[in-house]
């Protein structure tokens, strides 16, 4: 077999439905198979997406293992030349892998390779090509100047090596994976691709960045906005630290653990306050509700409109109004087209927004709505 893709799903069942789209069209003639595994969804997502898809391996956890675990029983599960992790907030084109695979066999060196990843305004995310997070990059980036951590010298439109693959679309070649060893399950979630892109490095592989466009909608499968979001995601960079640098001088490593645990009390009173002039009734202005442009098929735009009208949803036909959602139609669009299309318009306060007939949801990088 040459490509397993894994995708490891937590309440975000449409998020994945349009993914898994997404993927299936992008397979078509690879040799490959998909395997969802789930951490213990709420929302029922096994039960909706098994009669969907029914070509999909599904793995049912009865409690959340976290990214790395999750991932780690599904590869062990499978044999393929190269394995894809994919997040299910994200949809590919319909060439990206085929372009991505080509590339590998032609570069036998290279251990990974991540893409380039728009968010869904249209704008290119910056993870997409990482450094490694030395203590002196680390510490350029506590202090605001993350230009090396996000190697910003290098051009988007070239493959080019790089240190970190994103977790987001990590593509890795099984002997290699076999080599260094899976995803370390000390990293509940964040912080993993650091460290597997870290151990490809010191493998004597390449990692590579290669520019193949895709939407990652960026976290809608992690909620942000929560205290046990801000443990994980500052432990991880603590949990790589003492892996990889802690056997460097006391006086190196004290002010980047100090940093480290000073953005996180930063996270956590900025999270605090905000909690604080909420229950005190201080929002400030409220922002205005986004206004939707349908563009599609004839069926696609007059359920559209139909929707619209039932949710109180405010239309427009001006693609350059405030706050305005582009809504796609990706029964009859290419996500090729639908990609190429928000990234000629991306400006601020444009965004993007899907809808398939055969769902019937339209999905926004905010909020579901059917």
């Not at 049912?60 to 997040?87: C, P």
């Not at 006086?251 to 996270?267: D, E, G, S, V």
């Amino acid at each position: 077999m040459k490509i397993v893709v894994i995708i490891v799903n937590y309440n975000v069942k449409y998020y994945l439905e349009q993914c898994l789209v997404s993927v299936y069209r992008a397979l078509d003639g690879l040799e490959g198979k998909v395997i969802v595994f789930d951490n213990h969804s709420s929302d029922g997502s096994i039960k909706y997406l098994r009669r969907r898809f029914p070509k999909v391996q599904f793995i049912d956890s009865n409690h959340n293992l976290g990214f790395s675990r999750a991932n780690n029983i599904a590869i062990e599960q499978t044999e393929s030349e190269y394995v894809l992790l994919l997040n299910p907030d994200t949809f590919i084109c319909e060439d990206t892998l085929h372009q991505a695979i080509q590339f590998m066999d032609a570069h036998p060196q290279a251990g990974g390779a991540g893409v380039m990843m728009f968010n869904s305004d249209g704008t290119l995310a910056r993870e997409s090509r990482r450094g490694l997070p030395t203590p002196y990059v680390s510490l350029l980036k506590m202090l605001g100047k993350p230009s090396r951590y996000y190697m910003s010298h290098l051009p988007w439109d070239k493959p080019a090596r790089i240190d970190v693959i994103s977790g987001a679309f990590c593509l890795l070649r099984r002997s290699a994976l076999n080599q260094i060893g899976h995803l370390d399950e000390d990293f509940f979630m964040y912080g993993e691709d650091i460290d597997l892109s870290y151990r490809l490095l010191k493998g004597g592989y390449e990692n590579w960045y290669l520019p193949l466009p895709i939407v990652h909608y960026k976290g809608e499968s992690t909620q942000k906005s929560s205290y046990r979001y801000v443990h994980i995601f500052y432990q991880a960079m603590l949990i790589f630290f003492r892996k990889h640098y802690g056997h460097l001088s006391f006086i190196i490593t004290l002010p980047i653990k100090a940093a480290i645990y000073l953005r996180a009390l930063m996270a956590l009173f900025s999270m605090e306050y905000w909690l604080i002039r909420k229950s005190l009734g201080f929002f400030g202005k409220r922002p205005k509700d986004p206004v939707y442009v349908f563009q599609g098929s004839r069926k696609m735009t007059t359920e559209c409109h139909r929707l619209a009208r039932r949710k109180g949803l405010t239309e427009t036909t001006d693609t350059n109004a405030p706050n305005c959602c582009l809504v796609m139609d990706t029964d009859n669009d290419s996500f090729t087209n639908i990609i190429d299309c928000i990234r000629s318009l991306s400006r601020k306060g444009l965004f993007l927004g899907t809808y398939s007939c055969r769902s019937r949801i339209l999905i926004t990088p905010t909020e579901i709505i059917q």
